[in-house]
């Protein structure tokens, strides 16, 4: 990497992080710490929100998932909007009224004390988890272009998140984000401006866009229902309703983002700007990812986007192997460019019948394609059993480092770091408030003054920091980044949320009886999604949050029958009262 983009990413990063630190020099108080001053307006808080969410696995990870399935994911987010209208219309007020530093506290008030503990348990166990995902998303990158470990790769990033969370907690976060989401915006819409740019003479935008629709990567809506299909436009309003709404109602690494705004009407403000915003960014980043695809039908991509396991192949006795394969593959290549082109004639020839025969023959080379990168996969696990052959988070990057002029790769990297930098920070502020008021403050050391849960909170930032790091270094490339964060997620947002539901709807349940049905829940959210490793059946991720919540709420409800069956009845008296009043 060239020294004028070290410096363009190092100088945007430290400038983001000292700018944070200064900001927050003067927090002194706990609450200040964990929960800021309340006095974000809404753009802040919105921009902070889409921060929180938007980590570094977005913008790597995203463009390689739409590289090789298309736009279909996007599908995920397709109930986000009324997510956020519910959560404006419910659920923030009631935070507001309540003037809670966390979500939990809540559960307390309306339960008991052990169904606060267990939820916030629930929540800091999966989102440590992510946490550290979120570390070794950038990692990846770093060790890649800088030929480190991805041990020490890891430490030194999250070092300089643990740095600035430590120093000034939620404010930090939050003031650093808005700076942190407009590097993002700006560096992706120069990265889907350079893509088109670079197209060959005689490719505009246009053509890139009818070949990606001909290949099949415009595939945004899908609506058959599916169970087994991950995106689809039943998972996303359905699945991803119940995912949004556990996410941005009960985690507390966004709940912390909008209670910090001066008021109710600022934070829902905040959290619609979100909803509004969120989608298209997304589908930006998406697209993104269908230019690199179109991008590289001209211009010649690795075999393998992993560059560290085609050395390891190339430097083992499966060399001369490799070498035939990257041949064929040579070959292929040259035939896709052409007929690439053919197909664009094609299409400004309004020729139809050479359309579809071009079509077909691009994607029969398509398919040759894959079969030589399946095969070069399959000499890489030969070559080192232990190697992870997905490569669809080095795609974006590959991309970077190898065509963007000078400057534009540090700026594009800063974008990912940065990304990285705004969920981690938000996270681990997050566990740190969840477990000093929820558990430490609440339940173990209740009569210290304020100065010593500061001092508590910092270092409980401190150890969640260490925590994340070494689920970083021990994370695993089994599935695409941004679909992992998103499992670990459902295997316990649905549970969390489901428990909120009682507490908001469910008014005549008991807490035993939610802290039952939570527990029980959980382990058969759990058992649904172990069952796709003994091929008994598949339920797509995003159905399990539907499922925690219902069956959390079912199971409640049947603890409490005699309860449940009173007010079945107060129902049915209300309902015959009102069809009398209406036939008379």
Known sequence: MHTFDWIVMMGTLISIVFYGVYKTRNVRSSKSYLAGDRDLPWWTIGLSVMATQASAITFLSTPGQAYIDGMRFAQFYFGLPIAMVFLCIFILPLYYRLNVTTAYEFLESRFDLKTRTLTAILFLIQRGLAAGITIYAPAIILSTILGWSLGVTVFFIGLIVIFYTVSGGTKAVSVTQKQQMIVILSGMAIAAYILVAKLPEGIGFTDAVNIAGKMGKLNVVDFK????????????????????????????????????????????????????????????????????????????????FNEANINNVKTSSFASEYDKLEQDYDQVFDLKEAESRTLVNAINNNDEPAVIESTKKLKSLQAQDIDIRKKVEDLITMANPSAKTTDKDYIFVTFITRYLPVGLIGLLLAVIFSAAMSSTSAELNALAATTVVDLYRRS?????????????????????????????????????????????????????LGVFMVAFFMKWIRGRATFLAAIITEVIVLIIFALRFFDVFTIAYLWLNAIGCLVTMVIAAFIDWKLTIQQLLKVWSWLTRLFRFQKG
Do not use: C
């Open 225 to 304: 229902f599916d169970l087994s299909n991950r995106y689809n436009f039943w998972s996303g309003m359905l699945g991803g309703v119940f995912l949004f709404v556990s996410y941005f109602g009960t985690d507390q690494s966004q709940v912390s983002r909008y209670l910090s705004g001066k008021s109710l009407t600022q934070s829902r403000l905040g959290l619609l700007f979100n909803g509004l915003v969120k989608v298209p960014m997304q589908f930006l980043v998406l697209f993104v990812g269908i230019l690199v695809f179109v991008f590289f039908l001209f211009n010649k991509p690795p075999v393998h």
């Open 444 to 496: 173990f050391v209740k009569d210290k003054d304020d100065s010593h849960y500061l001092k508590a909170s910092k270092w409980f930032t401190l150890m969640w920091g260490g925590v994340a790091l070494l689920f970083a270094v021990l994370a695993d490339l089994s599935e695409n980044l941004i679909q992992l964060v998103n499992i670990i997620g459902s295997l316990f947002y649905g549970v969390i």
